[in-house]
């Protein structure tokens, strides 16, 4: 076992090569989990860890909210006798949850985020308001916390008057944060995956009221992959499974794609040639979100089995084993191409692309890697050349480990969805007549298709508290992605 530079403590999983890490006990991520998958184990365990340091410390810091035991009526509001307390500041409303938590919003901050139908469209969820003409001195003449939340009365030049429920505001507080939502929960996992793989069933999908669906792309955001099982095997049906997530992107291999090794288009897709793990679309400045596919065919020979690595799992097993080498991947630009294609010659801006190894406010974000599409590294820094290649090189060994190799031989009626932002694929070569089919999703349609289904299937507790507010066309105006 060994701590990481995080502070965590990682298991190997099942045995390794060289670069072999010692048995250990689990370790936990904000809202990350590992398949404890140890070689003797029969099946893949997963361990529910506590709720996430993050969590904890929202949770914290929301217990000196409003006492728990205050009745709570049916928009979530605090019963009249714990009322949050609100006053006037100089340039802010005080809000006192408790006598140990406050929040403190500005006065423009306030008048800005009023929701009231003049100010943000009820069924558009756009801002109204205009930001510009309200006075950088905006001063509210009174505020009153009512049952449900803060009331705020502006200026009697333009009477206004302006709610927030106390969900929103306690969701929303700045000064402090008082509880951010915590990270989706992500399985990281290695080869042990095959003993319980994420897998949905074509008519659970396929129902109507897509509760199926939800379940499918949680596992998606989850473990980065999902199957699907029973699907009828011709591109007809595999387009339509695709069209439950959302319109399938477009990109210069056609909408839905139907292949094999015709060279039909100029890439290496469309050969017999064995594909190491990658993920796809690196010459995109925006990536492909989901990709999927079905193997409808294979005769007269044999080989073409596909790989899944998971990539957020064997690089959170490089930055315990070679931290140097993870800060190389997550900082040196990648410029890559699509250029077999006689009518398209795609790069990325910037054109020197993007690193490996993506990451916002400190997390990782996004795996993009294909060094078969790799162009000439002509921005390295003399002196970092070789320290990226042996960067890479230890990110393509753990890539490649017997530990993190997730190979499967797919077969019609099988099919799967990979996260290309997570998830790196590849296949054997192959002999014989090999027909794969499947689809692009864009990231943004993956997200807001699962956005939408959460909303459906698992509300957030401020759309719950507030599931009077919700104005036309059902959404909430107090949802907390808006
Ligand atoms: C999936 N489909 C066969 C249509 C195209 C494959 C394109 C593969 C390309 N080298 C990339 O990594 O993006
Ligand atoms: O043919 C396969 O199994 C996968 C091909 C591939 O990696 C791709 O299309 O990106």
């Known amino acids: 076992m060994w701590r990481s530079t995080a502070g965590l403590r990682l298991s190997a999983v099942g045995k390794r090569s060289a670069t072999s890490i010692s048995q250990g006990s689990l370790a936990r991520r904000t809202g990350t989990r590992y398949l404890r998958g140890i070689s003797t184990a029969t099946t893949a365990e997963v361990v529910r860890s506590p709720a996430s340091s993050r969590q904890a410390s929202g949770a914290a810091a929301l217990k000196s909210a409003p006492p728990e035991h205050h009745e709570q009526n049916e928009h979530n509001a605090i019963a009249p006798n714990s009322l949050p307390?609100?006053?006037?500041?100089?340039?802010?409303?005080?809000?006192?949850?408790?006598?140990?938590?406050?929040?403190?919003?500005?006065?423009?901050?306030?008048?800005?985020?009023?929701?009231?139908?003049?100010?943000?469209?009820?069924?558009?969820k756009q801002r109204l308001v205009n930001t510009f003409e309200i006075p950088s001195d905006v001063r509210p003449v009174a505020v009153e916390s009512k049952p449900d939340g803060l009331e705020v009365t502006w200026p009697s030049v333009q009477p206004h008057t302006s709610f927030y429920p106390w969900s929103w505001l306690r969701q929303n507080s700045y000064d402090p944060p008082l509880s951010r939502p915590s990270a989706p929960?992500?399985?990281?996992?290695?080869?042990?995956?095959?003993?319980?793989?994420?897998?949905?069933?074509?008519?659970?999908?396929?129902?109507?009221?897509?509760?199926?669906?939800?379940?499918?792309?949680?596992?998606?955001?989850?473990?980065?992959?999902?199957?699907?099982?029973?699907?009828?095997?011709?591109?007809?049906?595999?387009?339509?499974?695709?069209?439950?997530?959302?319109?399938?992107?477009?990109?210069?291999?056609?909408?839905?794609?139907?292949?094999?090794?015709?060279?039909?288009?100029?890439?290496?897709?469309?050969?017999?040639?064995?594909?190491?793990?990658?993920?796809?679309?690196?010459?995109?400045?925006?990536?492909?979100?989901?990709?999927?596919?079905?193997?409808?065919?294979?005769?007269?020979?044999?080989?073409?089995?596909?790989?899944?690595?998971?990539?957020?799992?064997?690089?959170?097993?490089?930055?315990?084993?070679?931290?140097?080498?993870?800060?190389?991947?997550?900082?040196?630009?990648?410029?890559?191409?699509?250029?077999?294609e006689p009518n398209a010659l795609y790069t990325p801006t910037p054109r020197a692309g993007y690193p490996v190894l993506r990451h916002l406010d400190g997390e990782l974000t996004q795996v993009r890697w294909n060094n078969d599409d790799r162009s000439?590294?002509?921005?390295?820094?003399?002196?970092?050349?070789?320290?990226?290649?042996?960067?890479?090189?230890?990110w393509h060994k753990l890539l490649t480990s017997a530990d993190s190799e997730y190979w499967i031989q797919l077969s019609p009626g099988t099919a799967v969805v990979v996260d290309n932002h997570r998830v790196l694929h590849g296949r054997s070569a192959f002999t014989g007549k090999r027909r794969m089919c499947g689809a692009y999703i864009g990231v943004d349609e993956y997200r807001s298709k699962l956005a939408v289904l959460n909303e459906k299937f698992a509300p957030d507790t401020v759309v719950q508290g507030t599931s009077t507010c919700a104005s036309e066309n059902g959404r909430n105006i107090w949802h907390p992605l808006l």
């Not at 340039?91 to 929040?103: A, C, E, L, P, Q």
């Not at 003993?195 to 949905?200: H, L, N, R, S």
């Open 185 to 340: 929960e992500k399985i990281l996992w290695g080869s042990k995956i095959l003993q319980d793989p994420p897998t949905v069933t074509y008519e659970e999908v396929m129902a109507e009221d897509e509760r199926g669906v939800f379940k499918w792309l949680s596992r998606v955001d989850k473990f980065g992959f999902c199957f699907i099982s029973g699907v009828p095997p011709t591109p007809e049906a595999t387009e339509e499974l695709s069209r439950r997530i959302g319109f399938i992107r477009e990109t210069q291999y056609g909408t839905f794609w139907d292949f094999t090794s015709d060279l039909a288009k100029g890439d290496t897709a469309y050969t017999t040639l064995a594909l190491g793990a990658h993920t796809d679309t690196t010459y995109f400045t925006d990536p492909c979100g989901l990709q999927l596919f079905h193997l409808l065919e294979h005769t007269g020979g044999s080989g073409g089995a596909t790989l899944l690595v998971d990539g957020f799992y064997v690089a959170s097993i490089l930055k315990e084993l070679h931290p140097t080498a993870y800060e190389l991947l997550a900082s040196v630009r990648v410029p890559s191409h699509a250029a077999g």
């Open 85 to 124: 307390s609100s006053r006037i500041d100089e340039r802010k409303v005080i809000v006192g949850w408790d006598t140990h938590t406050w929040s403190r919003y500005h006065h423009i901050w306030l008048r800005d985020h009023c929701r009231c139908p003049q100010c943000f469209h009820p069924v558009t």
């Open 376 to 394: 000439v590294m002509n921005h390295l820094e003399a002196s970092v050349v070789e320290e990226w290649y042996d960067a890479v090189r230890k």
